[in-house]
Structures are given as C-alpha cells and as structure tokens.
C-alpha cells in the first residue's frame, strides 16, 4: 500500500507542474504592465520602474516563477491590484466558505437524488424509474446550470414564491434553517446536471454487478433481494460512483461562478467573476490555481481509496 | 452469376460499389431507427437554418435586435406583432433570439473545428514521437486538471471580452479532450495488420499517418466534435452570462440571460425564450451526436 501511495504521488507531479506554470504563465502574458496599472495614471517613469525592480518584474521569466512558486508554498499569492494592501490570501479565504457549504449541500442533495434512482433504474429496466432516469440524464446533460437555475427562480420564487430568489445566509451565523431555504435553489441547480450523470453511472455500474456470476450465485441460494442489492451489488458499483461523487465535487466548485453570480452568493465565484471586472488577476490566479489543486488532490484521494477498496488495482 | 465470380477488375469494381452502398443504406436505416437521434439532427438543422437566414426571417416580420421600439414598448408581454416580447430596452427579443442562433452556431462551428484539427494533429504527433508524447499528454493532463469553465473564465479575463477571443479561449480548453481520443484512436489503428503490412511495405511514417491512419480514427473525432459543439455552445452561454463572453450589445443568448436576469419578477418572457433557446439546440447537439456515435459503435453508450 505504501508503494502505491508513493507512486500515485509521484505520478502527479508532472500535472501539479504544468498546472501552475499554465496559471503563471496566463496572467504573466496579460497585456499591460502590472506594475504601471497599480500605481494609476498619474505615476512617473521613476515610480513605475521602481516597483519594477521591486516587484522583480524584469528578472528572466524563469526567475519569476520559481520566485512566484515558492511564494504560493507559503500560501502567500500577492497583494490585490484592486483593493490596495488587501492580501490576496485573506480575500481568497473570506469567501470560500460560502462556495465550499454549497457545494458540500449541493453533492449531498445530489447523492441523495441520484443513488436509490440509479439503483432503481437497474432493478427495473425498461420501467418507468428506468425512463425518467433516461429523460433526467438527457436534461441534466444539455440545460447549463444557470438556465435550470433561471428555470427553478421562475418557478419557485417567482410563480408559487415559495423560497426566496436570490441571497446568501450563513450556516454557521445564521442558522440551518435560514440557510437551508436561501442554499436549496442554488445547490439543486448546481448538483441537477451531476445527478443526472451519477444516476445514469449507478444504473449503469449495478447492471454490470448485477449480472455476475456471484450475484446470479447468491440468487441461486436464495439470498433475499433487498440483501444482495445492498451488500453485495452496490457495494461493488460503488467504486465507479465514488469517481462521480469525486468529479462532482470538483465541479460543483468550479460551476460556482455562474450559479453563485446568479443567485448573489458572496462566494469565490462571485470573487473571480468581479475580479474580471476590476483586472484583479492576483486574485483571479490564486482562484485558478487553488480550485486546479483541489482538483488534482481529490482525484489523489479517489486513487488511493480505490486501491484501498480493491487490492487488484494496487498491484498493477 | 458467373460475373460475380471472375476476376475482372471491373465487376469487382462493381461488387465493391454495391457493398459500400449497401452499407449505407444499412447506416442510414439505424441512424433513421433510433428516433431521438433524427429528432437531434432536426432541432441541428433548424438551428443552422436560423443562424444562416436570421436577416432573411426577421426582415420578413420587419424586426430589428438592436433598435428600440420606442418607449411605449417596454417589457411588452408577447402579442402577435411581438411573439416573444420586447425586453428592458424596448427591443424585440424575438430577433433578439434568433439572431442568438447565429452567435452560438458561429462559436460551436468553429470552436468544433479548430478543436477538432488541433487535437486531431496533437493526438496523431503524440503517437509517432515517444518523447513528445510523453510532453503532450502531460501538458493535456495538466490543462484537464483546470476545470473547463474556470480555464475559460480565466483566459477570457486575461486575453479580453470578445468573439474571437470567446473562440479562442473555448478551442484552448476543448483541445486536450480531442487530443485524447486522437491519440489513443490513432494507437488502436496502428495497431492493425494493414499499417504492420504498410510498414514493410516501406512506406514512410508520415505516409501511413495521413494516408491510413487519418481516415481510420476520423469518425470517433466527428462524434465528438458534435459534442464539442453542444459544450461550446453551454460555455459561450455561461461566459456571456457572466459578463466575460459576447459583450452587449451583441444577441447572444447568455446575454441576454444575464439582462434578463434583473427582470425575472415583471418579464418571464425575458428568461424563457432564450433559455429554450440554448437548451434546445445543446439536446440537439447531444442527441444528434449520441446517433452517430451508435452508427459507428453500436455497443456504446448502452
């Protein structure tokens, strides 16, 4: 197990290397000088080269990133061009809280829709469950989260005003229940399109459990159903879904920008989208480059639970 | 009958054109018996028919998506004149939509492409060279870690809000995918005796590549270029919605959701009509897509 810890650790080095010489070098390359944009129209050629060679903005490029690199490990990610003295850091932080509940509230729902469905799906094919699942996977793939997110407001807050429209309430400060009724719109939106692929992944990994020699065995026994759909079928398929709960997170993360900037969630979304705005790339490179991380480390975590849960994989 | 069985160039010439039409009347007959695929290529082809003759059809009902009816036409509901409405700025969204159609096919259909070329080129170099291979499909990795909409959030934030640079950023983004399926296509076929026989037959690297290998992986790439499309098309949506896609004035349909979005209490019609809009052609897309991909690979997907 060690050994294989320490190659799939070795193995995604490349990718965390690329990763951030990519996100180094996409802000790098903007037009402009950074250096003239922090210190406004009014600033001298003294001044501008000063925090030049301040900033280090005419080492060689290499130089640059080691320098940048080395900094990020700190968790240091510079100083807002914006918001003057403001630690890209701190702003970072302050609204990750906010994206992280959603997307946590957004993948439970999620899980919690789209398992018993899927499994549903397989135990009856050809059925209604199994066409809803068909239709719903077919939706979930085309409609981009904003517009089921435009369709749920139009239908819930706006014609039967059931939940409020837009907004953002605290877990922690304000309450579950507050929470629950400003979070629940935006989380189905968000997790709508990754239930509809999770069900249609558990439907289809149940079938190819289901139709194994050793289940066929355990019916042969006379186990009863509800026993081999749960403790012998799905725990095999779960392997596949953990994948899905995997991507799902990841991407309840990175769609973030458009569901948070649509329902006003104070979020690192609604960060990066007004940073655009302000031609904060500081921030809008820590954003990128921490989401990518998060990424790569849970697709690590999926890996290692994967060899964990199957020692076949382990010995490959 | 004795014809069938000389040798005769020409009857074989014959017997070979009969099978090949044979085969796509065959084709044509699957891809016409899954229902839902002729139903994505009819929204497919309706949707290009509006890009392509957008002035023609709102020429005809005399309306315009950038002037202003004047003041008293403010968020007027539908109405004969006026199908889907009119919006915050007295504009008919009809024309608005439609013209909508030209953006989104305008970013898929390129997007589709450019993807398709450059990851079709990546995917077949990937497999002739094993260093570049390893430094392709590692770069490809590390842009895959990036997830799709961030990547393009920030190249879009970076490179500046336009058209082109929508094209651009979304190619970029799409470019790893392509390269995937190219490269582990183009392994799969050279594989094959044929390229084995090829190679001892002394033809050249680059030969095999564009002369056999290229033609052999080119329909998993079609397949997915229609998928390209329909995720082109969501994107250019989500950018625009987000202020860093098609700037307005311009009728994309993100845009004009993003408009739309402050007027969700007083003008449904607003939100509705472009949102049916996008959602319909991206199912056309996936639809007409999952058809061909069943042609090709009828296991698939099952």
């Given amino acids: 197990m060690k050994k294989y810890i320490l190659k799939r650790i070795l193995t995604l080095l490349p990718t965390v290397f690329i990763v951030s010489v990519v996100v180094f070098l996409l802000v790098h390359l903007t037009p402009g000088d950074p250096a003239a944009m922090m210190l406004g129209d009014d600033a001298t050629m003294e001044d501008i080269a000063a925090l030049h060679a301040k900033l280090g903005l005419d080492d060689p490029l290499i130089v640059q990133y080691i320098r940048w690199v080395s900094r990020c490990l700190q968790g240091d990610f510079g100083t807002s061009t914006a918001v003057i003295g403001q630690k890209v850091s701190d702003m970072v932080f302050s609204h990750f809280r906010p994206t992280l509940c959603l997307a946590i509230y957004s993948q439970l729902i999620t899980i919690l829709l789209a398992i018993p469905t899927g499994i549903l799906a397989a135990r009856k094919r050809g059925r209604i469950a199994d066409m809803i699942t068909s239709v719903l996977s077919l939706l979930g793939i085309s409609l981009p989260s904003f517009m089921m997110g435009l369709g749920l407001v139009l239908l819930v807050a706006v014609h039967f005003r059931a939940l409020p429209a837009a907004g953002y309430k605290d877990l922690f400060t304000d309450g579950l229940l507050p929470f629950l009724r400003y979070m629940t719109l935006p989380a189905l939106s968000l997790g709508f399109i990754h239930a509809a692929y999770m069900m249609r992944m558990t439907k289809t990994s149940m079938l190819e459990v289901l139709s194994s020699d050793y289940i066929k065995m355990a019916r042969s026994k006379g186990v009863k159903e509800h026993t081999i759909i749960g403790k012998h079928a799905f725990r095999n398929a779960f392997l596949t879904v953990l994948t899905v709960i995997g991507q799902g997170f990841i991407s309840a993360l990175a769609g973030a920008a458009v569901v948070e900037k649509l329902f006003t969630i104070p979020g690192i979304g609604t960060l990066m989208v007004d940073s655009i705005e302000k031609r904060d790339y500081q921030v809008i490179q820590a954003i990128t480059l921490l989401i990518a991380m998060l990424n790569v480390v849970i697709n690590l975590i999926i890996d290692l639970l994967y060899g964990l849960c199957d020692p076949r994989i382990r010995l490959e | 009958m004795q014809s069938a069985f000389s040798t005769d160039t020409a009857s074989l010439a014959r017997i070979r054109k009969e099978l090949v039409r044979e085969q796509r009347r065959v084709n044509l007959r699957r891809f016409l018996h899954n229902k839902l695929s002729v139903v994505g290529f009819f929204i497919v082809f309706l949707m290009l028919l509006l890009a392509v003759f957008a002035p023609v059809i709102t020429g005809a009902l005399g309306v315009d998506p950038y002037t202003s009816l004047g003041r008293e036409m403010r968020l007027q509901p539908p109405s004969a004149a ?110 094959q005796t044929y390229i084995e026989a090829m190679r001892a037959a002394g033809a050249s690297r680059f030969r095999i590549m564009w002369c056999h290998v290229l033609p052999n992986i080119l329909s998993p790439i079609i397949v997915q270029m229609t998928f390209t499309f329909a995720t082109a098309i969501i994107s250019e949506a989500s950018l625009s919605f987000l202020g860093a896609g098609i700037p307005i004035p311009a009728p994309s349909w993100g845009g004009m959701l993003k408009e739309a979005r402050s007027y969700i209490y007083n003008g449904w019609w607003m939100v509705v009509f472009p949102a049916i809009f996008t959602g319909l052609s991206v199912l056309g897309f996936n639809l007409f897509g999952d058809g061909l991909r069943d042609l090709i690979d009828p296991l698939s997907g099952r």
């Fill in chain 2, 82 to 191: 006026h199908p889907f409405g009119t919006d915050n700025v007295n504009r008919d969204v009809f024309a608005r939509v439609i013209y909508g159609a030209r953006i989104s096919m305008t970013v898929g259909f390129f997007v589709g492409l450019f993807s398709s070329l450059i990851g079709t080129a990546i995917g077949m170099y990937a497999t002739i060279n094993a260093v570049w291979d390893n430094i392709l499909m590692r770069i490809c990795d590390g842009l895959k870690a990036i997830p799709n909409i961030l990547l393009a959030i920030t190249l879009m934030a970076v490179l500046g809000a336009n058209m082109h640079n929508v094209i651009l950023s979304l190619t970029i983004v799409s470019v790893p995918g392509v390269a995937r399926i190219a490269r582990s296509q183009a392994l799969l076929v050279r594989e």
